[in-house]
């Protein structure tokens, strides 16, 4: 069975510009999980999606936000850049309920 | 507030030793705990998680231990090889709660040494 994916893997962005990245979970998850890793922060949860529905958000700006469609496939929106939006970005796939979840590589954000 | 606290931020141990790492959290409605490995430019992988039904998991060279009285609770790697040598997260969660997300501590890097 295919793994998480996540495009791009790598993205480079100048502060003001939005961003769009993408996540494709593993075949029969429906639950779709985003976190920001940065240095020394650990991961900060941003939202959680089952059935395109979102069912929790964490404690981002509004300038976050995403979407889930039909296929279980996830995105995620940037809007309004800051310097501190550079981050990895971790997409995660589960059954149900968000326990065990599967991530995917990432993608590494970086904001000028 | 962070409700889950992983206060050592680098371990190292000899190839063969037991590797301890600690997590420990302050929400008593977490009833649901897993250890995540990560390399640099990875994703997290999951490596063995427990329920607080149990006080102990158990898979190959990794043991996962819960002290539900003291919130804590520790990943043990025996013995300990050099390909371990990774961040880990513990990660924590409500399994009959509404929060449909993983609250992760801020890691632990450990240098398994040949």
């Known amino acids: 069975k295919a793994g998480v994916t996540q495009t791009p893997r790598y993205l480079i962005k100048t502060r003001g510009q939005q961003v769009t990245l993408s996540c494709s979970p593993i075949?029969?998850?429906?639950?779709v999980s985003w976190y920001q890793q940065t240095p020394g922060q650990g991961l900060q949860f941003l939202f959680e999606?089952?059935?395109?529905?979102?069912?929790n958000k964490g404690n981002f700006p509004g300038r976050f936000s995403g979407r889930q469609f039909s296929n279980s496939r996830s995105e995620m929106n940037v809007s309004t850049l800051e310097l501190g939006d550079s981050a990895l970005y971790l997409c995660?796939?589960?059954?149900?309920?968000?326990?065990?979840?599967?991530f995917g590589p990432g993608t590494r954000l970086t904001v000028t | 507030d962070q409700q889950v606290k992983q206060n050592s931020p680098s371990l190292s141990v000899q190839e063969g030793r037991i590797s301890i790492l600690n997590c420990d959290y302050t929400?008593?409605?977490?009833?649901?705990f897993l250890w995540y490995k990560k390399y640099p430019a990875e994703g997290p992988t999951f490596l063995i998680s427990?329920?607080?039904?149990?006080d102990k998991n158990e898979d190959g060279r990794f043991t996962v231990f819960l002290n539900k009285s003291a919130k804590h609770l520790s990943l043990h790697i025996v013995p300990s090889q050099p390909g371990d040598s990774a961040v880990y997260f513990c990660?924590?969660?409500?399994?009959?709660?509404?929060?449909?997300?993983?609250?992760f501590g801020k890691g632990t890097l450990l240098t398994v040494n040949p």
């Open positions: 075949s029969g998850h429906r639950s």
């Open positions: 929400n008593s409605m977490f009833d649901y």
């Open positions: 427990i329920s607080s039904i149990k």
């Open positions: 995660a796939s589960s059954l149900d309920r968000g326990l065990e979840q599967y």
């Open positions: 990660a924590a969660s409500e399994v009959g709660g509404s929060n449909y997300k993983l609250t």
């Open positions: 999606y089952f059935s395109e529905t979102q069912r």
